[in-house]
Nanobody, 123 residues
Framework: QVQLVESGGGLVQPGGSLRLSCAASGNIYSINNMGWYRQAPGKERESVAVITSGGDTNYADSVKGRFTLSRDNAKNTVYLQMNSLKPEDTAVYYC?????????????????WGQGTQVTVST
């Protein structure tokens, strides 16, 4: 069983910074893409940033230049550094991973989600 454990959310003033972490653990053979999504009240979940196993990143236009996604493959962990936060960044942030695990002689590939962490940007 694979789990994603998120941390680092909280309350911050506009212009402030937060760093989110997401660590994958369990029966992991490999992880392809990892990333962060967010969902604000009354809105659909949207992609924030994604990183491949090779380190290539893709960001939503709304966060480019402010957010940085990095990855430690040895620890199966990704980090989202969020700077210059705005009230519109307020949302529940979810970690996402494309997991491959090996059970016996069979590979299983699936998408795993974390439980979500609240980020609130407000005075």
């Amino acid at each position: 069983q694979v789990q994603l454990v998120e941390s680092g959310g909280g309350l911050v003033q506009p212009g402030g910074s937060l760093r989110l972490s997401c660590a994958a653990s369990g029966n992991i053979y490999s992880i392809n893409n990892m990333g962060w999504y967010r969902q604000a009240p009354g809105k659909e979940r949207e992609s924030v940033a994604v990183i491949t196993s090779g380190g290539d990143t893709n960001y939503a236009d709304s966060v480019k230049g402010r957010f940085t996604l990095s990855r430690d493959n040895a620890k199966n962990t990704v980090y989202l550094q969020m700077n210059s936060l705005k009230p519109e960044d307020t949302a529940v942030y979810y970690c996402n991973a494309q997991v491959r695990d090996l059970r016996g002689a069979i590979f299983y590939e699936y998408v795993k989600w974390g439980q979500g962490t609240q980020v609130t940007v407000s005075t």
